[in-house]
């Protein structure tokens, strides 16, 4: 349209200075006026132009469509009759991926919203991004491109499969003894996991005094509760690469079902890995935390000099590598396959 009007523009004064005709040389100047208007107001107003994404962090199933939602604000005194931008989401920033171009009208002093869905088709942080914002005139003939962008992420969660984990039980005489004298003291019998001796910085109030007075040791009661806070996960992420997404995709989603078929078994788990040279944790004590825990280890540093198998191990401690590997206390459980992961979910069960 631009160079419409200075052609336009041009005959304009071709015309004027072969005739010499004042009303055409007037309104030749009167368009170079209006084309220099048009050019300072569009030049003033972009620099009041702003745009965010609404939630600058969001979370979503994998190839579930996720709405985004996109404000811009025209802080101008003037209504913008044609703004343009464009919005895509990708992995990585050298993804090719196709952007969707949306147009608006936003009036002077306003905001307005667009929204646009994403579907993230790996487990990972999808990152989203408003660029390419650019605004022109009611006319259509001068336009400018603002420094208006936003960035946001999407934390793409796989699909909620908890692996089959049971816990292996071997009552012994004076588990036996315990529920029994318990059932006559009254007490929840179901509370209790097991009846060990005492150790040093045991609560005292935790003492079976019953037990205790009958024989020479003193017994200590150990809760579930209890017992599930000392369960620990170390996920070794060593070697992981913002690269290998499709790899990085089956891992998550294994991750994922161990850190849920521990918690469903166990109650708690503490998931534990290396963020760089850094040991991080994070205690899982309801499924709706497995979100925090992924987006921490989506958003970490691997070092390859960092050997997780050499860490202090206590009881009820597993551990998952990338190379889908499972171990519990030092003790090899199983080897997943990339390629039919999906159907051991369903199939295996395992016993701790």
Request: net charge positive.
């Amino acid at each position: 349209m631009l160079i419409i009007y200075l052609a336009v523009m041009a005959v304009t004064f071709y015309v004027g200075g072969i005739y010499r005709d004042l009303p055409v040389t007037a309104l030749f100047i009167a368009e170079g006026v209006i084309l220099a208007l048009l050019m300072l107001r569009t030049v003033t107003v972009r620099r009041k132009i702003k745009c965010f994404f609404k939630k600058s962090t969001a979370y979503a199933i994998k190839n579930t469509p996720s709405k985004r939602e996109a404000v811009f604000v025209n802080g101008s005194r003037f209504t913008l009759l044609r703004l343009s931008c464009r919005v895509k989401g990708f992995y990585s920033e050298g993804d090719r991926i196709k952007a969707k171009k949306y147009r608006l009208l936003l009036p002077s002093g306003t905001e307005k919203s667009i929204y646009t869905d994403f579907t993230g088709e790996y487990c990972g942080i999808l990152k989203t991004r408003i660029y390419n914002v650019k605004i022109r005139d009611c006319f259509g003939i001068t336009g400018a491109g603002t420094k208006a962008c936003a960035e946001g992420s999407i934390v793409i969660l796989p699909s909620e499969k908890p692996l089959k984990i049971t816990k292996r039980t071997t009552p012994s005489d004076y588990d036996r003894e315990v529920t029994e004298s318990l059932i006559h003291s009254g007490t929840d019998s179901h509370e209790v996991h097991q009846l060990r001796l005492y150790r040093y910085g045991d609560p005292v109030k935790n003492i079976h005094r019953n037990l205790s007075a009958r024989t020479d040791e003193i017994y200590y009661k150990e809760y579930k509760a209890t017992e599930s806070s000392n369960a620990r996960l170390f996920v070794d992420i060593k070697g992981l690469t913002e690269k290998d997404i499709k790899e990085a995709d089956i891992f998550y989603e294994l991750c994922s079902s161990v850190i849920l078929g521990i918690f469903d078994c166990l109650g708690a788990v503490d998931v534990q890995w290396y963020n760089g040279g850094r040991r991080e944790k994070m205690t899982l004590r309801e499924r709706a935390g497995i979100r925090n825990i992924l987006a921490r280890l989506y958003s970490c540093k691997t070092d390859k000099s960092t050997d997780i198998k050499d860490t202090d191990k206590a009881e009820n401690c597993f551990m998952f590598n990338t190379s889908l590997e499972l171990y519990a206390d030092r003790r090899h459980i199983f080897t997943f396959s990339r390629e039919g992961w999906e159907e051991q979910i369903k199939t295996e069960e395992f016993m701790i």
